[in-house]
């Protein structure tokens, strides 16, 4: 089975400095790995997705994760946090092909202060 | 890019009516998925279909059903609505294939059962 755990219920950075958030997860098969961004009120948002390619994956507005296999994590980071990027974060593990198991990490909520 | 698009953004309905949520993709997804969301619980798997007619139940399916008779839409049904179904309802859908598809994510309804 598999289970995703996300290491904080919430990270507070200041504007302009790093951002890191942590996914640990868990499968008996080679997974694919997503992170999600909810803004308040809103959907969620694919951020990036790592499919058995490339180890490090960049997605939008500058956030890029790194698949290491030895340590089961997929941690997204981002070099400088900006007010825009305050929201709830979501690490989520499939190993299903036909696009139905999804496993959802309890989120992670990303304060940015000025 | 893929488009999910949710019928209401907020919606206010009274106990015991029946009521209605629908979901259109505009990607030709064979999968479509309805969750719930309430603070401190994540999301949770109502329901979700890989084809036209077929269902199969999520985590939560008491007091729900779903129709599918069109592959772009899917419908979430409240039987005889209480008031602990008020909660923020997102509806999603993925591809099929040789790699893990993401899903895709709606706006979102935000429905209050008085």
């Known amino acids: 089975a598999q289970s995703v755990t996300q290491l904080d219920s919430h990270v507070s950075v200041s504007e302009g400095t790093p951002v890191l958030l942590r996914c640990n997860y868990s499968?008996?098969?080679?997974?694919?790995l997503f992170w999600y961004v909810q803004h308040p009120n809103k959907g969620l948002q694919l951020l990036l997705k790592?499919?058995?390619?490339?180890?490090l994956v960049k997605g939008i507005n500058g956030f890029e994760a790194e698949f290491k296999k030895s340590e089961t994590s997929f941690h997204l980071t981002k070099p400088s946090a900006h007010m825009s990027d305050a929201a709830e974060y979501f690490c989520v593990v499939s190993v299903n092909n036909y696009g139905q198991n999804f496993v959802f990490g309890p989120g992670t909520r990303l304060s940015v202060l000025p | 890019d893929v488009k999910v698009t949710q019928s209401s953004r907020y919606l206010v309905k009274r106990t015991g009516e029946k009521v209605f949520l629908e979901c259109v993709q505009d990607m030709d997804h064979e999968n479509m998925f309805w969750y719930r969301q309430d603070p401190g619980l994540g999301l949770r798997l109502i329901y979700f279909s890989y084809d036209v007619k077929m269902k199969e139940k999520g985590d939560i399916p008491e007091g729900y059903s779903v129709s599918r008779e069109k592959k772009e839409r899917f419908s979430l049904i409240l039987e005889s609505a209480s008031t602990n179904q008020t909660s923020m309802y997102l509806c999603?859908?993925?591809?099929?294939?040789?790699?893990?598809?993401?899903?895709?994510f709606g706006d979102g309804t935000r429905l209050s059962i008085l």
């Open positions: 790592y499919t058995s390619a490339a180890t």
């Open positions: 999603a859908s993925s591809g099929t294939g040789l790699s893990n598809q993401p899903q895709h």
């Open positions: 499968s008996s098969y080679s997974p694919s």
